[in-house]
T-cell receptor
Framework: EAAVTQSPRNKVAVTGGKVTLSCNQT?????MYWYRQDTGHGLRLIHY???????EKGDIPDGYKASRPSQENFSLILELATPSQTSVYFC??????????????FGPGTRLTVL | QQKVQQSPESLIVPEGGMASLNCTSS?????YFWWYRQHSGKSPKMLM?????GEKEEGRFTVHLNKASLHTSLHIRDSQPSDSALYLC??????????FGDGTVLTVKP
């Protein structure tokens, strides 16, 4: 089965600090995605990538950066964390062909609390 | 920005009953819908997808799609307590991205 792992699983950060969330996939999928999920909401796309070296802005990119150094790894970086970024973050991998997205496989999530 | 609206926000059905969940997109470029299920504290997992008009059945789950109205629905018959979860609808356009709705929380009462 497709495997997506995330680290850390839980993180407490201070306001103004730098936070890096990491994601690794062994599916050899070209596309990777970062979402956040807040209570009462679905998944909102922060950044995504079509392959190593590429990053694209999603629907809510402000306050976040992303890095895709290899096919397997995709990081989400909060340079100056704020309490409004307290959330559960999910990484996903999947393929797309001709613009059509195929099934996305999600990691277990990272619960981030910014104090 | 495309919006995906799901209804109802929450739904309670008795064990063995039928659950019906709805989803509509505001983007006429949508050509593919996905349904994901997320149990409490877990990550979303794909349940079913549909891109053709009509219906698709897999076991107790049936998905309908009306492309003219950009409306899809998920029906779960003989609902079980293990079906209790957040159900997320997602729409795909030719951008390769998915846009998710806010979900429907289904509770199946024994």
């Amino acid at each position: 089965e497709a495997a997506v792992t995330q680290s850390p699983r839980n993180k407490v950060a201070v306001t103004g600090g730098k936070v890096t969330l990491s994601c690794n996939q062994t599916n050899n999928h070209n596309n990777m995605y970062w979402y956040r999920q807040d209570t009462g909401h679905g998944l909102r796309l922060i950044h995504y990538s079509y392959g190593a070296g590429s990053t694209e802005k999603g629907d809510i990119p402000d306050g976040y950066k992303a890095s895709r150094p290899s096919q397997e790894n995709f990081s989400l970086i909060l340079e100056l964390a704020t309490p409004s970024q307290t959330s559960v973050y999910f990484c996903a991998s999947g393929d797309a062909l001709g613009g059509r997205s195929y099934e996305q496989y999600f990691g277990p999530g990272t619960r981030l609390t910014v104090l | 920005q495309q919006k995906v609206q799901q209804s109802p926000e929450s739904l309670i059905v008795p064990e063995g009953g039928m659950a019906s969940l709805n989803c509509t997109s505001s983007d006429r470029n949508v050509d593919y819908f996905w349904w994901y299920r997320q149990h409490s504290g877990k990550s979303p997992k794909m349940l079913m997808s549909i891109f053709s008009n009509g219906e698709k059945e897999e076991g107790r789950f049936t998905v309908h799609l009306n492309k003219a109205s950009l409306h899809t629905s998920l029906h779960i018959r003989d609902s079980q307590p293990s079906d209790s979860a957040l159900y997320l609808c997602a729409a795909n356009t030719n951008t390769g991205k998915l846009t998710f709705g806010d979900g429907t929380v289904l509770t199946v009462k024994p």
